[in-house]
């Protein structure tokens, strides 16, 4: 090698040295931001490594997720497609429809945006009212189920117009999904995006570390002040979604109704399912698929997941006696950071 050469390479070798240097110190310099506000009726936390705050921008994209999703904005595209309007949708409420058809599918219609007719009759929802007789249940069971609805080209077509669609177990996820994607597209790599307990993550926490995510322990409290934790996952570049019949219910009788209907039966679910937590690649997914675990129990669960290697999964559950316990998939192995 002649010394011109090797010298072009020196050069070239520092040069790389001194950019990598450079790189990392301005990561290590910019600040983390810290945004929260309320979104789909709930509270939304965000944090994100970037100069500044992108807090308008990020409310604009979820905007346009409640633009497209959302029962209680009158204007919605769901809220018109349940006044049966006349309208054509956009790219969001496709893809969403289009993940909860394929998703009610694969879990024989446990998952089901459809069932807002009987989540209505339970009292939960946009509305309220006395707890549904057994003929009034079957009665709104004639126009619930996803063989009543289809979608093309832009178009919701309802083969009975009292079919009403509710996107509540999938919207938050897919909210997380939205503004995940949107830090990406400004070349953020570490962010943690959590709306309503739904999370997304990417790269490192200010702590320099993976990101770690809480799962809280079942109790029964109908405020959701509980924060006792049951274990913390370690679920960075990953989506996580948890449902749980101990965060919404309520009394009537004596007796306790859960937030979790059961399409097909059309009443609430009661087994000893307490908790799922459901971790993949998409948030929109994990928040689908952890609601249906709650309809379909653990047995029936845990085949859903044999067929669905890339989904994990982390169940708590009451046994016979009532004492809390743990299952987990083979696949949350090496993620779960504490467990009691």
Known sequence: ????????????????????VNIISKQRNTPYQYDTGFIFG??????????????NEIVAELNKVDAALSMFNKKSEITRINNNEPITVGKMFTDVFTL????????????????????????????????????????????????????????????????MLDCGAIAKGYGCDVVADYMR???????????????????????????????TKPSDDSTNTSKELQTVLNITDKA?????????????????????IDPK???????????????????????????SFMVMGIEKAKKVLERNPQLMAYFIYADKDGKYKVWSSPSMKGKIIDGK
């Open 100 to 163: 909860a058809e394929k998703i009610s599918a694969d879990t024989d219609g446990a998952f089901d945006i459809t069932v807002a007719p009987l989540v209505n009759a339970w009292g939960f929802g946009f509305k309220n009212g006395t707890l549904p007789t057994k003929e009034k249940i079957d009665s709104l069971k004639a126009f619930v189920g996803f063989d009543k609805v289809s979608l093309n080209d832009g178009k919701v077509k309802k083969s009975d117009p009292r079919t």
């Open 240 to 260: 996580m979604a948890t449902s749980g019949n101990y965060r919404n219910f309520y009394f009537k009788n004596g007796r306790k109704y859960a937030h979790t």
């Open 1 to 20: 090698m002649d010394k011109k050469k090797f010298w072009l390479k020196l050069l070239f070798l520092l040069f790389l040295i001194g950019a990598t």
């Open 42 to 55: 709930t509270v939304y936390h965000i944090t994100y490594q970037h100069d500044k705050s992108l807090n």
């Open 265 to 291: 039966s059309g009443f609430p679910v009661q087994h000893s399912l307490l908790s799922a937590t459901v971790v993949a690649n998409r948030c929109a997914t994990a928040d689908a698929y952890a609601t």
């Open 185 to 215: 597209r400004q070349g953020i790599e570490n962010f943690m995006v959590e709306i309503g307990g739904e999370v997304v993550t990417s790269g490192i926490s200010e702590k320099r570390v993976p990101w770690k995510i809480g799962v």
